[in-house]
């Protein structure tokens, strides 16, 4: 929508103060502006209205955009053309990824240029850092308390060893992903540290108060996020003698975006990260980016206002950079962060499929799909081309975020079965194959959730204790059964580091002070590249699950249904231990079925009923074999923990 004013006032930031010329990538620039100042302005206006400082921050904001749009390289800009060209390029069936700790994956930064060979020996082509930026050592939560946003912390190397690792992946065709903590800042952090000696201007970056009443109000309606490590919601700060707001942990300082100077200051950080060549920047925490008093402080509608400016404001400066949303949050939430009505699929290219991975950890540990089936269809139709992060495992705890009604639904008593689900994974269900540790239990609610590695949990460290080789091959067939159902459901596939070696449990984060109070880094394991190169190994444990990873992800770069084009469309089985779906295109039909019990079962060849009508032969992608289709009363056998990727090739036209 044309608005007269506020085109004449961006055309005369571009061409006067900032002399944009109206050639090359600087008409490109203009027509971006143009092409999304509507609703810049419009959302803006919607976040600040009110505020006393809205018009010359929203100055600051469009020079600060311009600035970063003019410093691009045009070896960026060149490539924001080819995505541009691509469409919705990270939907493609051949991009798999990998999320890792940079210092206990290989040490530093440095050596992870030289083990690009490794990923490219797997077929990962996308590398998810976690926080690679400035934190305290022993206050940093993982990384994502950021005491600098710009400058890389000397425990992984330097700024100049980060855009050496960019350059090369970018010239081996792979993808770079790097956090951005919007939602918070290190208690160190300049801004913080300025705030805490007095400085006005500074302390409106954050919620402070002089007394309790405020605090006292908000905690009313706050959920306690670390009810064990980090109770309440703020933190009282004696050199400034004020409360200051820290949802995480109290040397997380929460940046109050009702300022829009911090939104400014913010939008810095976001264009940095850009330039630096980020193919998909992961913004942590966005659920919990604006307060209101009253309310939960989670997933409020300004929340979404400021993701969809941001998105925006990407789309003028770094266009080829996608943004992916962490909100780890109930199927009904998680969908808005996709964008809603005018906005649609103008928010987050990206979201975590929380919900799907918590549901399969539950059909695992029971052995029933019904609840699965039940909470499925409700994460189904987000906008065309928009897409998930699915994984069975990453850094975080795994919750069981899923309403109670799906379990209800399903036949089961919902307070017994998540005491059911906390005992198996947490170690107090004796015939449990699994070895984890709650997170987060709160004794008021008596929620928890889970932490353990995907090895472990699948009971791969029992059974090697044990030396039974049937519990072992038991354990790597669930646990590749529950990735071929994370690489084939839909989305980009998001290994963690370690798993493609099946790592167990690492204990060594007890000794460490910070990190001790966190169970979680027993799933975070420091990688001993004796026991990767192990995988060269014929018939050794890493040879094994090395191998297996490369046929999955082999199947799926080879099966063109299985880009994210909204053509998911979920089966009955028949069958309570079984998962499945179909996932079609013009040219192809793949049926997907996935065994949850260690039993072998059936489903019935009437369910697939094109193979039949196409004369009944398919094959088998992950078994490499030819199957015939039965007759109705006859079933496909899935072995236990066992899954089948079938393909009907369909005929095609003249």
């Known amino acids: 929508m044309y608005t007269h004013h506020l085109h004449h006032f961006i055309s005369e930031r571009l061409l006067g103060y900032h002399a944009l010329p109206l050639t090359g990538s600087g008409l490109n620039i203009y027509n971006r502006f143009m092409a999304n100042a509507a609703a810049i302005d419009e959302l803006y206006n919607g976040l600040y209205a009110h505020h006393p400082n809205k018009e010359k921050c929203f100055e600051q904001l469009i020079d600060t955009m311009v600035a970063f749009a003019k410093a691009r390289n045009q070896r960026l800009v060149a490539k924001d053309e080819q995505k541009l060209t691509k469409g919705n390029w990270y939907l493609s069936n051949e991009i798999v990824g990998m999320s890792l700790y940079v210092d206990r994956f290989c040490g530093s930064i440095k050596n992870l240029a030289q083990r690009l060979d490794y990923f490219e020996e ?114 009282y700060v004696p050199e400034c003698n004020k409360w200051v707001m820290t949802v995480f942990h109290n040397y997380q300082w929460d940046l109050n975006f009702g300022n829009p100077a911090v939104l400014v200051a913010m939008m810095e950080n976001v264009f940095y990260s850009a330039n630096l060549g980020v193919d998909i920047l992961r913004i942590d925490a966005p659920a919990f980016i604006w307060k209101q008093l009253g309310t939960s402080c989670q997933n409020l509608p300004q929340a979404h206002q400021l993701l969809q400016l ?37 928010e987050c290219d990206f979201a975590y499929n929380a919900t799907l991975m918590a549901l399969q950890w539950d059909a695992l540990a029971t052995k029933d799909v019904r609840i699965l089936k039940k909470a499925v269809l409700e994460v189904l139709p987000k906008p065309y081309g928009t897409t998930w992060i699915t994984y069975t495992r990453c850094h975080d705890d795994i919750g069981l975020g899923y309403d109670d009604k799906y379990i209800t639904e399903a036949g089961f008593n919902a307070f017994e079965h998540r005491k059911f689900l906390k005992n198996y994974y947490g170690g107090d269900y004796v015939a449990s194959p699994a070895i984890g540790a709650l997170f987060g239990y709160n004794p008021k609610t008596q929620d928890a959730r ?150 072998e079962t059936g489903i019935s060849w009437q369910l697939l009923k094109e193979a039949r009508n196409e004369g009944g032969d398919l094959y088998d992608y992950w078994n490499k074999i030819k199957v015939t289709a039965g007759a109705d009363d006859e079933h496909l056998i899935i072995r236990g923990y066992g899954f089948n990727v079938l393909e009907i090739t369909l005929p095609t036209g003249d």
Not at 210 to 233: H, N, Q, V, W, Y
């Open 122 to 235: 797997l077929g990962v082509n996308l590398l998810h850092l976690m926080p690679v930026f400035e934190s305290p050592e022993n206050e940093s939560d993982g990384g994502y308390a950021v005491s600098d946003f710009r400058n890389v912390d000397k425990r992984f190397g330097t700024n100049k060893d980060l855009d050496t690792l960019q350059t090369s992946m970018e010239s081996k065709g792979m993808y770079l992903m790097l956090d951005i903590v919007f939602n918070h800042t290190s208690e160190r952090h300049e801004w913080a540290r300025k705030a805490r000696q007095g400085d006005a201007h500074y302390q409106q970056f954050f919620y402070m108060y002089s007394d309790r009443e405020l605090p006292d109000a908000f905690e009313k309606t706050m959920p306690e996020i670390f009810p064990e490590s980090a109770p309440g919601s703020f933190t």
């Open 310 to 346: 941001l998105k925006h404001c990407v789309n003028v400066v770094a266009p080829g950079m996608a943004l992916l949303g962490e909100a780890i949050v109930a199927p009904q939430e998680i969908m808005k962060y996709f964008g809603t009505g005018k906005y649609a699929e103008q």
């Open 450 to 599: 889970i932490s353990g590695s995907l090895a472990s949990l699948c009971g791969l460290e029992k059974a090697l204790a044990l030396k039974d080789k049937i519990f072992i091959k038991a354990s790597l067939n669930k646990m590749m059964m529950m990735q071929a159902f994370t690489f084939f459901v839909g989305g980009v596939p998001m290994l963690f580091y370690g798993d493609e070696m099946a790592y167990t449990n690492d204990y060594s984060y007890q000794a460490d002070a910070g990190k001790s109070y966190d169970n979680r880094w027993m799933h975070r394991p420091v990688i001993n590249w004796e026991k990767n190169d192990r995988r060269k190994i014929k018939g050794s444990l890493e040879e094994q699950i090395f191998t297996q990873y490369q046929h999955l992800i082999y199947c799926r770069k080879s099966l063109a249904a299985l880009a994210d084009i909204n053509n998911l469309e979920w089966l009955d089985t028949g069958n309570n231990h079984v998962a499945g779906f179909i996932r079609r295109t013009a040219k192809q039909v793949l049926y997907c079925f996935f065994n949850f019990d260690e039993d």
